[in-house]
């Protein structure tokens, strides 16, 4: 009796202690430790060898045949209810007010429960061997469906923009937690030397609503943050040398910034120092790399007609082939987040 | 440091900081292309001060909700658009690039450059530990003085084979009103401390404080 008392206090403790390592790895506390710990466990190291850089490529736990993610961010979106999701109760009560037991209790910012329900407006047919219904909408995505996965089971408590693109992109309604991208990026480092692991294009009228903390490393260390490219202007602001200034001089400069910086690392040990260095380094191969990366023209014709692009104009289709060049040069993660795809009522203008 | 403090110690630093207080904002400078479609929902007008406006502490700096101002961005100053409970503080290669290449971050270089031939009667290393307690507010090691004293020599080396012209574009804030130099200092003499300050102007120790 008394044994079995002792082994269930045991268990209980043990419990206590494995949820309490759970909140502290799980709640943000532990990876930012973890993660700072990484980078001071190195910094003894890069004492001796001062080149150590947080972002060289990692193998990844597990197999895996992805290499690389180009994940398009269309903020707002055409309805999934007019392309992916067909219901067919809703297309049986379209036009009527809903079922009262379904309002009872219901509250909404927005949304005014007296509306009648709004059926598809668009045909929805089964496609390719797995049988997904896509909508008339998608000509095109039905002939690949087998090649897609579709996944319906998202649900959100966010409703509003700004902090529903900030769960999507963190998994969290309040900014501070790392992106998908930083995430990734921590993970398995980078395979470019020229060009930063994570490129962000934000394309479309605005940027986010949910602004850079969608693509920010949260707690993460700065270097796993998304870095915004353009597309229209220089790709990166002011990645020009200012006047007068040459290639040479510019190399030289940061050799001796460097170097400075080097020996004040050594002597007080701060690993922010280690990535101000790196940021300089990437930032002068970013001044040749970039540029070239972000030259369209260099593209075969087939593959500019395939993505439907004209070199010089800027474009979705444009931002997506210049998505395809990054990561061909070894980039870990680009996401276009495009802000104008907003619909609202604006469904039956097509 | 947040973007407007990293701004106003290149300023103060270079002697440039205009400490007036008070008034509207002011318009330095900042890519044209932002303010016009398709970057910008409209155009929108950016008056570009041509006095030392210019040099206003950031704070002063106008601000689109829709167009932040760049410089500032880059360092992790909030968009108009959300409030801000914190900010986040990074350190990215777009950081390097602005405080190297953009124009009222160089123009604090040539200023700082320009400071430094202007006193009289005191060797290079001199002028090196003055740049560089105005810059990082601590005296230079001698290892810090010898290497951008290096550095220094090798750049009027160079410089010496370039034109006139070239000097000009590189050194001057406006190359169409050329400062008055002291005597018997060269241009290249001049350019080879505008890239020194810019060397000192971009060490981590500037801009963090540890």
Redesign the interface.
């Known amino acids: 009796m008394s044994k079995n008392l002792t082994d269930q206090c045991v268990s209980s403790e043990i419990q206590r202690q494995a949820s309490r390592r759970w909140f502290l790895q799980q709640c943000g506390v532990g990876l930012g430790a973890i993660a700072l710990r990484d980078l001071m466990a190195s910094e003894n190291a890069m004492a001796a060898d001062s080149t150590r850089d947080p972002l060289a490529a990692r193998p990844s736990h597990f197999p895996a045949r992805a290499k690389n993610v180009i994940f398009l961010f269309m903020a707002g979106a055409p309805s999934h209810l007019e392309l992916f999701d067909y219901k067919p109760q809703l297309a049986k009560f379209d036009g009527t007010l809903p079922p009262a037991e379904l309002l009872k209790g219901y509250r909404a910012a927005f949304i005014n429960p007296n509306s009648t329900l709004l059926g598809p407006k668009f045909r929805f047919a089964r496609h390719g061997q797995c049988g997904a219904e896509l909508s008339e909408l998608l000509p095109h995505l039905s002939t690949v469906v087998d090649d897609i996965a579709i996944v319906k089971s998202m649900v959100t408590d966010g409703f509003n923009h ?1 902090p529903a693109q900030i769960q999507m992109s963190t998994g969290s309604l309040q ?1 501070g937690k790392p992106s998908l991208g930083s995430w990734t990026l921590y993970g398995l480092g980078n395979e470019s030397k020229n060009l ?1 692991g994570f490129v962000v294009f934000s394309t479309g ?3 986010p ?5 969608n693509w ?2 949260g707690f993460l260390p ?2 796993y ?1 998304g ?2 490219f ?1 597309t ?3 790709p ?10 040459s290639d ?3 190399r ?2 940061l050799d ?2 460097n ?3 080097r ?2 690392l050594d002597a ?1 040990g ?1 690993p ?2 280690a ?3 790196n ?2 380094e ?2 002068y191969r ?2 040749s790399s970039a540029p070239e990366v972000m030259d369209l023209s260099r593209e075969p014709k087939h593959v500019l007609e395939m993505y439907g692009v004209e070199p010089g104009k ?1 474009s979705f289709a444009a931002t997506c082939l210049l998505a395809r060049r990054l990561v061909q040069k070894g980039v870990r993660f680009v996401e276009i987040f495009h802000e104008a795809w907003d619909q609202h009522g604006a469904w039956f203008a097509i | 440091m947040s973007g407007e403090i990293v701004r106003d110690i290149f300023l103060a630093a270079s002697g440039l900081l205009n400490d007036k207080v008070g008034g509207p904002g002011v318009y330095p400078p900042s890519p044209k292309f932002l303010y016009e479609p398709p970057a910008s929902y409209g155009p929108k007008t950016w008056n570009l001060e041509q006095g030392n406006d210019r040099y206003r502490r950031a704070l002063y700096t106008f601000r689109f909700r829709s167009v932040p101002y760049p410089a500032l961005l880059n360092f992790d100053a909030p968009r108009g658009d959300t409030a801000c409970v914190r900010r986040s503080r990074s350190n990215t290669p777009l950081q390097a690039l602005t405080t190297l290449n953009e124009d009222l971050f160089m123009d604090c270089s040539r200023a700082l450059g320009l400071i430094a031939v202007q006193t009289r009667d005191l060797s290079v290393e001199d002028r090196i530990r003055s740049m560089f307690r105005r810059c990082v507010t601590r005296e230079a090691t001698p290892a810090e003085v010898a290497r951008l004293a290096t550095f220094l020599n090798e750049q009027e080396e160079q410089f010496s084979s370039r034109t006139d012209e070239e000097l000009r574009q590189f050194a001057y804030i406006d190359p169409s009103k050329p400062p008055e130099l002291p005597a018997g200092i060269a241009m290249m003499r001049l350019a080879a401390f505008v890239a020194t300050a810019r060397v000192i102007l971009n060490l981590d120790e500037v801009i963090v404080k540890e």
């Open positions: 700004a900014f930063p009228k605005k940027g609503s949910g602004g850079s903390a920010g490393s700065t270097v943050e870095v915004e353009r229209t202007g220089d990166v602001l002011f990645l020009s040398n200012p006047r007068g200034v040479s001089l510019q030289q400069s001796v910034i170097e400075l910086n020996a004040h007080v701060d922010e120092i990535t101000r260095i940021s300089f990437m930032a970013m001044q800027p």
